[in-house]
């Protein structure tokens, strides 16, 4: 941000504005270009995904919309969502029914301003990136319950709740299972993150036999955390007719959408930045030849394929086998991981 | 906990005296739109929260009075409404109403001879049938339980037998293919390569279905130890076909009651082991059809290699049949279980009566019980283990 608002100043509509006036316009283009990169993210990764599940089911996915496999398909869905009616069930809670989309698209957004995509592409380089990543981000489940009990559909409600149960466990394992490295650098600032694991790819973190396990871990939180096959309880097309946005149309829905792919790429950049060695290509060499930003995003978009990939081959689980594999599995794992670490630590001082 | 013990179960608001809290059952309606109920079966299911408390299915959204049409159509005209009962095994469904009349005419003295080669093409396209039944069967029990890449590789082998089926009588779903004394049509020649074709590739097609979802553990685990039917329940509630003999019992009317010319083929008879947990659960009747493809594969083969190069597909049969008066039931082993019709004849043009016994609908009776304090997920997974075709329960 910093680069941007200095960059603003150089532009000649900037000559002698108020500092804090062009502080507020480089935040204000900041957050307008993250959207804009988000939704386009978004409708691309959404593109991505059918075209994968199409490679993965022996069928060939969207492939009339612009000619070329389809690509405009996203955008043609856009416009569809944007022209539907909007619909509200009978009797639904008003407020709630409106805030429900607003809030898991909010949440989903808030992560990007921390993301460091380069040293010097930060929305915010906060000290406690970190923290106010994971805390962002389970803004969504709020969204989730005002969505099924606004509703007003048993349905909903039950996807509701099970989105609650399923995001509010796995926060827990989530947190732990990055702890240890935040042990190991002593900071949750996420740029320094990055920092720690500069030079060759052995310095990455996910190279570190403990880490190995804490990455495995988060890794599969995430999937919960994000509610995607295996973990997707709250929708389960198949036995809550898509859960707790069964009653949303239009415009409202897409936000739902958005707001899903743009988290499932936020939860992968904070496995980039903690585990992955952030923008280093894990070759000091290249470094100087490749762009941070593309580095950092593209690391960020092949976890987002591996979801997607997940989600095409796995059946889903139950919801008492989900809550058995947080509480009993993934929390004493963690917790275990975190112990010994700390153990490690003290051994080998 | 009964339901008494739970609207008993009362809270109180501090402050609010006058409004206790009640702790009430959720009653909800699960379909008739409702992707796991595999139609328009409707299910009424009381819960307390995930648990199901009961669960009672109500029919009738596809109620076609299929058996009274049958007392108004002539015996060959009513094939084709057999055809719009189990929907996704045809074939079977024709050759069990066929069977019946046939064996109804021997019964009450009138010669019918079915021709060597026309049993050998009945046994072939049933058996495909079969197949492509348990495809989608297998198929959509991935998609109950959130894998949805299964359903495609299932689909993409049912194409095959759709394509080789619509080569022999033009119809993909609704085929109308075996006839009062044999079958409409011969199979023709480049079909034959196409049966032999598939049969070559599916043995390797199964393997890769159950590395992929049968092996799976989240599979096993979502599967194994849940939704179990005990043998006697499941004789007691009349369930017949992959459901019984996945809790454990052997019987299939191929081996035990064989019509037609099953008598001479070699195959096993699937049954449920309890291989990943308790005998009879959703595993083992999901595994029984896998099984079961594999025998089919066997028995067309088999089939194959009997069939004489070239024969008569129709016995001599009257222009317009007559069935001399009587009264027989019959039933054959169709992919859902036992399909059996029960018909009487006055001696007329039509029948007089024409009562189908069809599998699904007995198979549905067991859901009440089995549903019991499953959590809604198992619940459709119990759905789709017991394999429904609305098609058939309603009629």
New interface residues.
Partial sequence: MDALREWLATTPMAQGMDPELLTGLAMLTFASLVLVGVALAAMIFIWCERKI?GY????YGPMYTGRFHGWLQSIADGVKLLLKEDIWPANADKLLFRIGPLLVFTGAFLGYAVLPFSPTWVGANLDIGLLYAFAASSLVVTGVLAAGWGSNN??SL?GA?RGAAQVVSYEIPLGLAVLPIVMSVGTLNLSQLIIAQQGYIWNWHVFNPIFFFAFFLYLISSLAEVNR??F??PE??????SGYHTEYTGMKFAFFFLGEYADMFVVSAIAVTVFLGGWYTGIPAVDNFVHPAVVFIGKSVLLVMVQIWLR??????????LMFVCWKVFIPATLGLVFLYGLSRVILR | MTDLQLSERTATMPGDQARPLKSDL?H?NMGPQ???THGVLRLFITTD??IVHTVTPYLGYLHRCAEKIAEGTTWHQYIVYTDRMDYLAAMNCNWGYCEAVEQLMRATGTEVEIPEYAQCVRVIIAELNRIASHLIAFGTY????????PF??AL?EREAILNIFEKVCGARLMYSYYDIGGVKWDIPPDAMEEIKLFLKIFPKKLVEYNA??TE?K??V??LANVGVLDRETAIAYGCTGPVLRGSGVDWDLRRDEPWGIYDRFDFEVAIGRGQMGTLGDNWDRYYVRMLEMEQSVKIIEQAIAMMPAEGEIMAKMPRTLKVAPGEIFVRTEAPKGEMGFHIISDGGAEAFRCKTRSPAFHNLHVLEKLGEGQ????L?ATIGSLDLVLGEIDR
């Fill in positions: 599940a993965m089911q022996s069928r048993k349905w039950f709740m096959l295996p997707d309880l389960t097309e198949s036995e809550l007719v095409w081959t796995l059946p889903r689980l139950r919801v008492d086998q | 959720l909800i409702h992707p796991s929260g995930e991935g998609l109950d339980l959130g894998a949805m890449t495609f590789y993409r992929l979802l799976n989240i599979f685990e979502r959590m809604i997920s198992d459709c």
